[in-house]
């Protein structure tokens, strides 16, 4: 079959490229001045030459180990964050018994229960001691974020504060509330099922009471842990772009052999059949 002009053209430019580099590589490597050298180059016991700056690698090591202080300390705030949120739960557990014990109250207000009765009187103390077991049961990890008698240990000291270690030198404290004597003058034993009868008017003021304090602790717990969940988003930011920093230092440090500069000199002066992207 007969080639057409185009490819003819294609094959002669081809066979030019090759016969050029063909040409090229044996001037370099027969019996001229400059074969001899790029023969030395190649062929002799190369010097020891350092892979990598020393500098450059102290750099890179410092910019690695701060990425990793600085995830260590995100996961730290973290972890706080998800300590307000058991904290919150817990806060939101209480005030959903508080709300069925002012359902209690209500009720009897309106005449569909009696103060005096025994299991309207057991309902309205279970719901009291539900919110105890709340209180004295809500931990993280063993440090009790409501209830102050158990506080006072490694964790979280006597004022409820826990330390975070969130900087490369330093951090804060979160602190926690003292659910289990949340109104002054007033503790949670106080509410008591067989006062409906006798002072119901007292036990709604003690309802209205408990139930304004752990709703404003409550609140206070939801901002802080959304705060909390922000900064270590930020800090995860940070420490991605050091990542970064320290990718982009190591693609920069990279060398070449001689046999690829080599190389690399021929097909430039004599063009390639492809480029590096193939």
Do not use: C
């Given at each position: 079959m ?5 490819e ?13 580099q ?7 490597f027969?019996?001229?001045?400059v ?14 030459q350092?892979?990598?700056n ?7 090591g ?15 705030v ?6 307000m ?8 557990q209480?005030?959903?018994a ?15 229960l ?10 309205y ?21 409501l209830?102050?008698?158990q ?25 926690f ?11 949670w034993?106080?509410?008591q ?5 006798t002072d119901l008017a ?10 304004s ?26 420490a ?13 440090t990279?060398?070449l ?18 480029d590096?992207?193939?």
């Amino acid at each position: 079959m007969a080639l057409n002009d185009f490819e003819k053209n294609f094959i002669y430019d081809i066979s030019s490229r090759l016969l050029s580099q063909d040409l090229l590589t044996n001037a370099y490597f027969m019996n001229s001045q400059v074969g001899s050298s790029l023969r030395d180059m190649v062929l002799a016991r190369q010097p020891v030459q350092p892979l990598t700056n020393p500098f450059d690698e102290a750099i890179t090591g410092t910019l690695r180990g701060d990425a990793a202080a600085v995830r260590r300390n995100a996961d730290n705030v973290t972890e706080a964050a998800t300590m307000m949120g058991v904290a919150q739960s817990g806060t939101s557990q209480i005030l959903d018994a508080l709300s069925s014990m002012e359902d209690i109250i209500d009720k009897i207000n309106s005449g569909e229960l009696i103060a005096s009765d025994p299991s309207v009187q057991a309902d309205y103390d279970a719901l009291r001691d539900q919110i105890t077991g709340i209180y004295e049961s809500t931990d993280y990890n063993g440090i009790y974020v409501l209830d102050s008698s158990q506080w006072g240990t490694e964790q979280i000291n006597s004022s409820g504060q826990v330390y975070i270690q969130a900087f490369k030198d330093g951090g804060f404290n979160v602190s926690f509330h003292a659910v289990d004597d949340p109104v002054s003058g007033s503790s949670w034993s106080d509410l008591q099922g067989s006062s409906l009868a006798t002072d119901l008017a007292g036990q709604t003021l003690l309802v209205d009471d408990f139930t304004s304090a752990i709703t404003t602790i409550d609140d206070l717990y939801q901002s802080r842990e959304s705060m909390l969940e922000s900064q270590a988003s930020s800090l995860e930011n940070q420490a991605t772009l050091l990542d970064q920093a320290v990718e982009a230092r190591r693609q920069n440090t990279t060398s070449l052999s001689v046999e690829n500069l080599l190389v690399d000199l021929i097909l430039k002066d004599s063009g390639g059949l492809l480029d590096e992207q193939g």
